[in-house]
């Protein structure tokens, strides 16, 4: 009982300070800005102090629910409590070295500054942008290399926590086929990344087959390095579109999908979803987290 009150303090303190420095890191770089480039249009990260109330306030029912899920052994405890520090530790002066670039591109609202390399005819067009001003959007490996703190500082440090918001539904769906062998489950993960929703499916689903998609051939090799050491079967890597899915109907019994959807523009997002459900067999489910976006 004191272990878990111990536990869960130590949970809160470290997702509370991982907030802290996501602001702060936003604060700083955003002066720093204005001051390096007065005529930028942009402002200072200062919000309205309501909306930070309401922004702390969901950040703590988000905390609790996680706890909640890990208390309940929906997925490990040890898994609120994996922070990849040394990957964030070599991929942080690479996002402040990076920076002239992002603020020049937020400058001229350039938003499809890409590497020349790329083979345009390969990809969608809406895809052939810089999402949040990123640095060769997803079409590059040093994209691919700072990507996950990246996140993590857009999201205040609650990326993972968000993530893991996609299990609980799924567990709650694959009872549905409890009759099954735990090991002829399929869960399909869209638009993986670069590892780190993998890397939560993997803990809470130990003995389910995983495939992760993608389009970007960086994205996937980070992910590939990524859970190359993870316990438990090897999970499957596939390049593909999620408006096309390389595989037959009826295939999975569940999909899941993070962080993908705000990206899409509507009709593809109904065309992703067809998608979904072809590949889907029926019984099956679909749990998305989404980053929240008024389009
Ligand atoms: C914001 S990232 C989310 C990555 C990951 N799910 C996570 O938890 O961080 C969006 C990902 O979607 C992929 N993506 C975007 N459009 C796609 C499409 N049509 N088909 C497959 N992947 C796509 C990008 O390459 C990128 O890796």
């Known amino acids: 009982m004191a272990k878990d009150s111990i536990s869960k303090i130590a949970y809160k303190t470290l997702q509370q300070s991982k907030s802290i420095a996501g602001f702060a890191h936003k604060q700083i770089s955003s002066r720093l800005m204005n001051f390096i480039l007065p ?18 306030n969901s950040m703590d029912i988000l905390r609790e629910e996680d706890w909640n899920d890990a208390e309940k052994n929906i997925y490990p405890k040890k898994l609120l409590f994996d922070e990849p520090w040394l990957r964030y530790l070599t991929q942080y002066p690479k996002i402040w070295l990076d920076m002239p670039n992002t603020w020049d591109r937020r400058r001229k609202q350039n938003f499809d500054d890409l590497p020349k390399s790329v083979d345009k005819d390969n990809y969608p067009q809406y895809y052939l942008r810089n999402f949040h001003h990123q640095t ?3 079409l590059s490996d040093f994209s691919a290399s700072i990507y996950d703190l990246q996140v993590e500082i857009l999201f205040n440090g609650s990326a993972d926590s968000m993530r893991r918001r996609i299990i609980k539904p799924i567990k709650q769906g694959l009872e549905f086929f409890r009759d099954r062998k735990t090991s002829s489950i399929k869960i399909l993960d869209v638009a993986t990344g670069s590892g780190r929703t993998l890397k939560q499916l993997r803990a809470a689903f130990p003995k389910e087959r995983i495939t992760g998609i993608d389009l970007s051939d960086s994205y996937l090799k980070e992910a590939s390095r990524y859970i190359s050491d993870l316990d438990g079967d090897l ?8 408006e096309e899915l390389p595989f037959k109907n009826d295939s999975f019994q569940c999909i899941s999908c993070v ?3 705000h990206e899409l523009p509507r009709t593809i997002r109904a ?5 979904f459900f072809r590949v889907l067999e029926p019984g099956g489910g679909i749990s ?6 008024n389009k």
């Not at 999970?235 to 999620?242: P, T, Y």
């Not at 065309?271 to 998608?275: A, F, I, M, Q, S």
């Open 39 to 56: 005529d930028s249009k942009l402002e200072n990260f200062d919000i309205d102090k309501d909306l930070l109330i309401q922004i702390q």
């Open 136 to 138: 060769d959007g997803y």
């Open 235 to 242: 999970i499957q890597l596939i390049k593909g579109n999620a």
């Open 259 to 261: 962080y993908l959807f």
């Open 271 to 275: 065309k992703v979803l067809n998608e």
């Open 288 to 293: 998305i987290s989404r980053f929240n976006s």
